[in-house]
């Protein structure tokens, strides 16, 4: 038992080590386009299903609430943690229409979407981003392995976190380290005056 143990925590950070050195640049990216919306009295709202949908929900709750540091709310929203609203468009529509439905009814030009699919696959997130995408509301997707049908559907000011690995746990694992990374560098940037 202990040696599978110590496999997962190796495979872990084996994969984040990986992500490392490719991530960067996007996540930074993300965050810059984040703070914009911000700044612009935008929202972000984000979406997943499963362990996505947790860190769907862990991303908007940091940035309403608070990261590390006490400063005002920001205004972010997870499409996955309304059970009410998601079982009657499950039941009414489809599964596939449970948050498209929402962006529709709630995004804004302006708005960011934040979507994310350990397998890039998911046909209620391609419909989110299609949504997105005819309410002029920019996507980030946090994607794995080859980034499946979310990466065909980006358009030019889309930005893809791709983690190029194939075991989903090891995905959603550095899903979660972006998350921290973005909300640590949208309260840098719009709270320490540092850049």
């Known amino acids: ?5 110590t496999r997962h925590f190796s495979d872990s950070i084996d994969a984040k080590v990986r992500a490392a050195e490719a991530l960067p640049p996007m996540i930074a990216h993300s965050a ?3 703070v914009q919306c911000l700044l612009d009295e ?9 362990g996505s949908a947790g ?17 005002p709310s920001l205004p972010a929203m997870s499409m996955t943690g309304d059970s009410l609203t998601l079982s009657a468009i499950a039941n009414d529509s489809s599964y596939h229409e ?33 949504a997105a995408h005819d309410r002029d509301v920019q996507v980030i997707a946090l994607t794995g392995n080859n980034g499946g049908d979310m990466a065909r559907l980006l358009q030019a000011d889309d ?19 972006v998350t921290h990374c973005l909300c640590d560098l949208i309260d840098e940037i719009l709270f320490s005056g540092d850049f």
């Open 1 to 5: 038992m202990h040696e599978r143990i």
């Open 32 to 34: 810059e386009v984040m």
């Open 42 to 50: 935008g929202k972000i709202l984000s979406c997943g299903n499963g």
């Open 55 to 71: 860190d769907s929900q862990y991303f908007a709750a940091m940035l309403t609430n608070r990261y590390e540091r006490e400063r």
């Open 98 to 130: 449970v948050f498209s439905r929402q962006v529709k009814a709630l995004g804004q030009q302006g708005d960011i979407l934040l979507a994310i699919s350990t397998t890039g696959n998911c046909p209620s997130i391609v419909q989110a981003i299609q």
């Open 159 to 177: 930005i893809e976190i791709r983690v190029e690995e194939q075991c989903p746990q090891r995905v959603q694992e550095v899903h979660t380290l």
